[in-house]
């Protein structure tokens, strides 16, 4: 006889969806990896990631993202910044063993292995087909909400635990909240839900803007969230007591993403606070696996780079921004906090 287990005490995270979702992308780095030869370059001696992306004229930072997951799946190993070969990936994933498996990955080859060699090889990012992600959102507005809503269902759960936990991450109650790139305003609704005197500007491409226009009516907060086209690149940030970056950096090279740290710092006065909302690399081991295969994807369809919290301190504190830590907010996620220069006791 069974028994019906009892309904958990605490609300399930959406760590396994995650994992269904961008798992996706683990086999494409194997194969496109195996047919560039960067295996191979490491059967005879460990190799750091530039020393990897020398070898096989590769884009470095596609390489270390690449490298990254493979080490997070055991099949390579990672000791500081070198990497070498695990002995299942020198019995069947180098060329000309004899129980190779070359053959099979041949046959797996699909258009995200594609990709995902296009991106070590610096060829520009696969979004839809050959054309750009964001350029086709502006372009084409059903692709647009397609894409918003189902970005909206994978950042709803972890929206409204991060707006439960926002107080503790020194938002004011009464904050004027500058959610940038905020989708159909994801997270500006699950704050100003949950905190009654809060204010919010969502600012996002023209295109997305009706949809977000939609979303903040319906939940009846057309008075408190305000819609703002326009890209986040050119456009004029408004001032806020709070910018948020919720499933943002990891979408676009470092560079840009600086750029963003520094429109930023440029909306907030001395003391206001920056929330970066995101997945995290470990610093000390590779993975978690999720979030290393999201760093592929980014890498083969936008371009982007998953950080560490260690390299996106340092990254926002070359902005300009004090007082930086990260900690786990849901499931994946974490959040980074920092203050903008200037406020007093800053550190």
């Known amino acids: ?58 884009e470095p930072l596609a390489t270390g993202s690449v490298l990254e997951l493979l080490a997070s799946l055991h099949l390579l190993e990672r000791w500081g910044d070198r990497y070498e070969v695990t002995a299942v990936t020198r019995r069947y994933l180098l060329p000309g063993a004899a129980d190779d498996w070359g053959p099979m990955l041949r046959l797996v080859w699909d258009d995200r292995c594609a990709a995902v060699r296009d991106a070590l090889l610096g060829e520009a990012p696969r979004g839809y087909g050959s054309r750009s992600l964001w350029r086709v959102h502006q372009e084409v507005p059903r692709q647009a909400e397609i894409f918003t ?68 009516g319906e939940a009846g907060l057309d008075g408190r969230i305000r819609v703002v086209g326009g890209d986040m690149f050119t456009t004029s940030w408004p001032s806020a007591d709070v910018v948020l970056l919720a499933d943002v950096m990891h979408n676009w090279p470092v560079g840009q993403c600086r750029t963003l740290a520094d429109h930023a710092r ?13 997945m995290l690399l470990d610093d000390a081991v590779p993975g978690p696996v999720t979030a290393a295969a999201n760093a592929v994807a980014m890498a083969a369809t936008t371009g982007g780079h998953q950080f560490t919290a260690t390299e996106l301190a340092a990254l926002l504190r070359q902005a300009g921004f004090t007082s930086v830590s990260s900690t786990p907010s849901f499931g994946y996620f974490s959040v980074t906090t920092a203050r903008a220069a200037g406020s007093e006791g800053a550190s």
């Open 1 to 58: 006889m069974t028994t019906r287990r009892s309904p958990a005490a605490v609300e399930p995270d959406d760590r396994l969806l995650q994992d269904l979702v961008l798992g996706h992308w683990k086999l494409p780095a194997l194969a496109a990896a195996y047919r560039i030869g960067l295996l191979a370059r490491l059967a005879d001696e460990p190799l750091t990631r530039a020393e990897v992306a020398v070898a096989c004229g590769s």
């Open 149 to 216: 809503h189902a970005m909206h269902a994978h950042s709803a759960a972890a929206a409204t635990a991060f707006a439960e936990r926002a107080a503790a991450l020194g938002v004011p109650a009464r904050a004027h909240v500058l959610d940038v790139a905020g989708g159909r305003g994801t997270y500006a609704i699950a704050l100003a839900r949950r905190y009654p005197e809060l204010t919010a500007t969502v600012l996002e491409l023209d295109s997305v803007c009706p949809i977000a226009s939609r979303a903040v």
């Open 266 to 278: 440029e909306a907030l006065q001395p003391g206001g606070r920056l929330l970066v909302h995101d």
